[in-house]
Each structure stands twice: as C-alpha cells, then as structure tokens.
T-cell receptor
C-alpha cells in the first residue's frame, strides 16, 4: 500500500524567505505525486503534480516541487514566501498500479510578516 | 463554473440515525472519491469510484457505504453513525488521466 510522510507538523518562515515543505513517499510501481493546499474553512486546492518527465515541476502561485526517485521525496518549494501562503499543505501519492490515493498528515505553514 | 458540491455542509445527528451526504460534480469526471479529515491524521480515503457502478474501498471504509448510479453523483451513506465518525468529510473528482482532484467544500459531521 502506498503512504506519504510529512515529517514536520508546522513550518515557520519569514516573509520573503525561501519556503520548503518536505514529503517522502512509499509506493510500489511508479508514483503519481501531488501537492494540495487548504486555506481555513475551505476544501483542498490542487497546486502541482508529477507523473512523468522533468523532475522539477512548476505549479500554481509560484510553487515548484522536485521529484527525487532515489530519496523517494517530493519536496515543495517557493523561492520567496508570502503571508498569503500561510495554509495547510498536503502531499499525496498514487501508484500507477492501483487507483487509491494516499495523503499525508499535512503541514501547517506559517509565514511571519 | 466547474465545481464539486456537497450537501449538507454541516450536520449534527445522533448515534444510529441513518444519514446520506450528497456529492455532485459537473465536469464529467470518471473518478470520484470520499475522504475524511481528522486532526493529526490528515486525509484518509474512504471509498472511490472509477466510473458508474464501479466502486472500491479506500483505507477506512468501515461504517460507510457508497453508490455510483450516475456519473455526476457519488453519495456517502452512514447506515448507523457512531461518534467515531465525527469528522470533516470531503468529496473529490478527477479524470482518470491525471487524477488531479477537485475538492468539494466539505461537510462537517458531528455524531452525538
């Protein structure tokens, strides 16, 4: 069964500094990897995905993520964080061998003005 | 506007009283799914459906039922709710090509 680990409960970063949210995964077969963001009292919104191709994936709102097969990681990054980036971020994985989606526990990102 | 709708948004009920949470999407998506969100546990998949009349269990299916009689609708049924099913529930849909999930606004369920 596939699984995702998001090791940090909360990430604090100063506005304007680089933001990194970590994700490692476990899956049999080739992974489909996703990042979602959840703002307070809202549903999740898709940010970006990796299915195949270039290991560096660019998504919405200036976010990007790098697929690293050897480290089984898919860390989310943003070069310069904004206060409006404060939200809950979820990493998710799906194997190409089945149709289940596994989400991580989520990371609360707090961008400090 | 492309969207996933859920009803009701908030529900307080008592143990054992059957309830249904509806989910509908207007994007002609094949894949639909239900998740529950609990503090410290993230999102966990309850059931998913690949298409009409095709459903399968996710990670936490116990105590839930689903049906997919029409492509746009995927209701979640709790035949006999219990307090441990108090949670925030999300419905989502996507194509089978990329699995980019569109999420509904959520249903906050409290079972007393």
């Amino acid at each position: 069964a596939q699984s995702v680990a998001q090791p940090e409960d909360q990430v604090n970063v100063a506005e304007g500094n680089p933001l990194t949210v970590k994700c490692t995964y476990s899956v049999s077969g080739n992974p489909y990897l996703f990042w979602y963001v959840q703002y307070p009292n809202r549903g999740l919104q898709f940010l970006l995905k990796y299915i195949t191709g270039d290991n560096l994936v660019k998504g919405s709102y200036g976010f990007e993520a790098e697929f690293n097969k050897s480290q089984t990681s898919f860390h989310l990054k943003k070069p310069s964080a904004l206060v409006s980036d404060s939200a809950l971020y979820f990493c998710a994985v799906k194997s190409n061998g089945n149709n289940r989606l596994a989400f991580g526990k989520g990371n609360q990102v707090v961008v400090i003005p | 506007e492309a969207q996933v709708t859920q009803n009701p948004r908030y529900l307080i009920t008592v143990t054992g009283k059957k309830l249904t949470v509806t989910c509908s999407q207007n994007m002609n998506h094949e894949y639909m799914s239900w998740y529950r969100q609990d503090p410290g546990l993230g999102l966990r998949q309850i059931y998913y459906s690949m298409n009409v009349e095709v459903t399968d269990k996710g990670d936490v299916p116990e105590g839930y039922k689903v049906s997919r009689k029409e492509k746009r609708n995927f209701p979640l049924i709790l035949e006999s709710p219990s307090p441990n099913q108090t949670s925030l529930y999300f419905c989502a849909s996507s194509t089978r090509l990329n699995y980019e999930q569109y999420f509904g606004p959520g249903t906050r369920l409290t079972v007393t």
